[in-house]
């Protein structure tokens, strides 16, 4: 949904901006807003920010001499509803000091003039703080538009590709794979059909499984062409890292290596994951959450015992070394959330100090204790907290700095939408570049003409 479809279905806006307390005194009063809500959605957030976040910094900031008063104000709505809420605010010169929004909103909320980069009405410390020394310039991405900074990453995530350590031994396949070629992944699902495996790779594809075939799928294999779906003001059409993709797509499905029926159904995803902990998968590329909440052997959804004995991950590869976006070898795809400070903030200096506070090491590993443990912006942190677990270290330490974001520009979900439709059509049986042309054509319905393609 755009932001201006957002404000014409908008119901309830968030509380106005901090204000200075009546009778001229020297109180300050901030106002934090996320879509998270004690005992409902993200409520280890919530509880984090009202008693941790929130008590830690007024007492910090009375150490310093400062009167400040912190209040939360909670959403536990679907992300669209939080959207049209935040977006009325914003519009109206409302909304809190310090509020949480999706990444893959920042393009969009910064040329309706509802964000600003931060450095023009915070100042200079916007762009001195220590903490953007230790976030990857891949992850500081994330936060920004048209290369400046306008929020702070909160957390993000990885693809990498898992695969099954028993089905690879019985394929002569080494436990310790590494493809460094799209070449090297067919030749090992070849193997793994070849020893009986069932599905020897799961690659999403179609629109069944929706935004999850963009970027556990198109987008990061897209990035391992050498391409991007939208770059330099331009969206990429038939050219020939979509071709290639496509024909990568053609002959996973089209040669029996993967199950094009699992990509038509509605629970294709949900399947394929079952799939792959029942042992009927050899090689699946997927995020993070995978091995943190699918087949985590206590808490995931497919638990598997042996994951961490059987559950091997690799990076992703280029096409062929070097032949990646920014001449990578490897590369991945990201989401995640970022935070920012209201441009319409009575106290902007102060609502900045607040955000950097929540980002701060001491907050991070607050917030990650006691089995909310996820992947921080920061590389200190992640250092410390993700010790324990080596895929999550893996990814923070390998992946993060090679990976890739989606377009934050309102029309992105059409683009992807048809990106996941020419998907469908390779996986139905249409020739690559039949399929790319097809989408070229759709996509010059859906960016306004040909002139906003690059093929």
Do not use: C, H, N, R
């Given at each position: 949904m755009s932001v201006v479809a957002a404000i014409a279905a908008a119901g309830l806006g968030l509380a106005a901006c901090g204000q200075s307390s009546g009778g001229g005194g020297d109180t300050v009063e901030l106002t934090i807003a996320a879509n998270a809500i004690a005992g409902g959605k993200n409520s280890a957030s919530a509880e984090h920010i009202t008693k941790w976040v929130i008590p830690k910094f007024e007492e910090a900031q009375k150490a310093k001499g400062k009167d400040v008063t912190v209040k939360f104000v909670p959403s536990g709505v679907d992300d669209e509803q939080y959207k049209t809420k935040l977006s009325l605010d914003l519009k109206s010169g409302k909304g809190a000091d310090v509020f949480d929004f999706d990444s893959i909103w920042v393009g969009e909320f910064a040329e309706a003039g509802y964000v600003?980069?931060?450095?023009?009405?915070?100042?200079?410390?916007?762009?001195?703080?220590?903490g953007w020394a230790q976030i990857p310039g891949a992850v500081q991405e994330m936060a920004s538009f048209n290369g400046k900074k306008y929020a702070l990453p909160v957390g993000t995530d990885g693809r990498v590709l898992y695969f099954n350590k028993t089905l690879f031994a019985k394929a002569g396949l080494p436990a310790d794979w590494q493809p460094t070629s799209w070449q090297e992944i067919l030749d090992a699902s070849a193997k793994l059909k070849s020893a009986g495996v069932p599905v020897p790779i799961q690659l999403n594809a179609g629109t069944?499984?929706?935004?999850?075939?963009?970027?556990?799928?198109?987008?990061?294999?897209?990035?391992?062409?050498?391409?991007?779906?939208?770059?330099?003001?331009?969206?990429?059409?038939?050219?020939?890292?979509?071709?290639?993709v496509l024909g990568l797509y053609q002959k996973i499905y089209g040669g029996g290596l993967g199950d094009p029926k699992l990509q038509q159904e509605a629970k294709g995803r949900d399947k394929s994951f079952q799939q792959f902990a029942e042992g009927e998968v050899g090689i699946l590329l997927e995020g993070d959450y995978f091995w943190r909440s699918v087949v985590n052997p206590k808490t995931g959804v497919a638990p598997m015992a042996d994951r961490d004995q059987n559950v091997g991950y690799a990076m992703i590869p280029a096409i062929e070394p070097g032949k990646g976006i920014r001449g990578q070898d490897f590369v991945s795809m990201s989401g995640g959330g970022v935070r920012t400070v209201n441009p319409n903030s009575a106290h902007p200096k102060e609502a900045f100090e607040l955000l950097t506070f929540m980002l701060s090491p001491d907050a991070l590993r607050e917030e990650t204790k006691d089995g909310n443990m996820r992947i921080t912006p920061r590389t200190d942190v992640n250092k410390e907290i993700l010790a324990g677990d080596p895929l999550l270290t893996f990814v923070s330490e390998k992946v993060l700095p090679v990976t890739a974001y989606r377009?934050?520009?309102?029309?992105?979900?059409?683009?992807?939408?048809?990106?996941?439709?020419?998907?469908?059509?390779?996986?139905?049986?249409?020739?690559?570049?039949?399929a790319a042309a097809d989408y070229q054509k759709k996509l010059e319905g859906i960016v306004g003409g040909a002139g906003n393609i690059a093929s």
């Open positions: 600003k980069p931060l450095s023009e009405f915070v100042g200079p410390e916007a762009d001195s703080w220590d069944a499984m929706g935004e999850a075939t963009s970027m556990q799928g198109a987008l990061p294999l897209l990035a391992g062409a050498g391409g991007e779906v939208q770059q330099d003001g331009k969206w990429s059409g038939a050219s020939q890292p979509v071709k290639d377009p934050p520009l309102a029309v992105y979900p059409q683009v992807s939408v048809a990106l996941q439709e020419a998907t469908a059509a390779i996986v139905s049986g249409t020739a690559p570049d039949q």
